[in-house]
């Protein structure tokens, strides 16, 4: 191996040992910006995600790979903010020209839930989590969605699964359904797709939109699924509304329950915007707020 050679292999190798140093660093919970991506076509075999993380210090984090396997990672050294946002929004017009689109979930970022602020409580919404749990084995066992129990929410490979992420799934599926009869059509493997995107199943490296959607009964199994889906997050509303029912009763600031680790469980909504100056009543009523439908 001549010297240049080995100039060359050494600098390539101190590049990847950095590369590898900043991803080890990276706390995606202070990310300015995230941005999370799918790409599914089984005319291409195609399951792909894009993930991207956009960090305080200029440093532009991003996770890519198969659906279901794991993530590879990148992180793009910036020199500001604004660079970062550049490089980010080059990156999705480039992503998005061949084919990726937004994934319909929301960022995990929530804290872990303390059940022991609640007392002689905290056994009676154990149970009622119990609930979920059993609902949530039914759904994982033909899906490839997760239960996190601690934080209250239901996870894809991509983020959080919203009420959004199934209304918009009802209606993608029923185009399954409508292509059903000629499932070798173009038609029916872009129903196929952007299930798919919405709901993840347990896919191999080859993606067969037949097998995996191809008969009646299959759907049917995701639409009980979807049902199944929606009954949960309605209890998980439920119990979080439980929890912040009892925030009501407590004498604790409104600093004291900001800290709380609990606050954040079960929230797959976009938080309202907060209000300036609250009292600590005010801020209790506008954390209850955030299960009703309808706020």
């Known amino acids: 191996m001549n010297s240049e050679s080995s100039t060359l292999d050494f600098t390539a190798l ?3 040992l950095t590369n590898i140093k900043r991803t080890l660093m990276i706390d995606k919970s ?6 999370s991506l799918i790409k599914v076509d089984p005319q291409t075999n195609a399951n792909k995600f894009w993930q991207a993380w956009l960090m ?19 992180v793009y050294p910036c020199s500001s903010v604004t660079v ?15 084919g990726y689109q ?28 119990a609930q979920i749990t059993s609902l949530a084995d039914k759904i994982a066992d033909h899906t ?24 918009q799934a009802i209606p993608a599926l029923q185009q399954v359904s409508l292509h059903l009869a000629n499932p070798q059509s173009r038609q029916f493997n872009h129903a196929v797709a952007d299930y798919l995107t919405l709901i993840p199943l347990t896919v191999g490296m080859k993606l067969d939109a037949r097998s995996l959607l191809g008969n009646p009964e299959k759907i049917a199994t995701q639409r009980r699924v979807l049902s199944q889906l929606e009954k949960a997050l309605d209890l998980i509303s439920q119990l979080r509304q439980e929890m912040l029912n009892e925030a009501v009763k407590s004498p604790k600031n409104s600093t004291e329950l900001d800290r709380a680790w609990w606050i954040s469980w079960g929230v797959f909504l976009v938080d309202p915007p907060k209000k300036p100056s609250q009292t600590a009543e005010d801020f209790r009523s506008t954390h209850i707020c955030w299960t009703n439908k309808g706020c």
């Open 14 to 16: 101190a590049f990847n």
């Open 30 to 35: 202070l990310a300015i910006t995230h941005k």
């Open 56 to 74: 305080p210090d200029g440093n532009l984090y991003v996770e890519y790979g198969r659906v279901n396997y794991s993530a590879r990672s990148h």
């Open 84 to 98: 970062a946002e550049q490089k980010l929004a080059y990156l999705l017009s480039s992503k998005l020209s061949k």
């Open 102 to 129: 937004e994934a319909i979930v929301e960022s995990n970022n929530l804290q872990q839930l303390d059940w022991s602020y609640f007392g002689d409580n905290a056994k009676t919404f154990q149970e009622k989590l």
């Open 144 to 167: 490839s969605l997760n239960f996190d129990a601690i934080q209250g929410v239901f996870t894809s490979q991509l983020g959080i699964i919203s009420p959004q992420t199934i209304r």
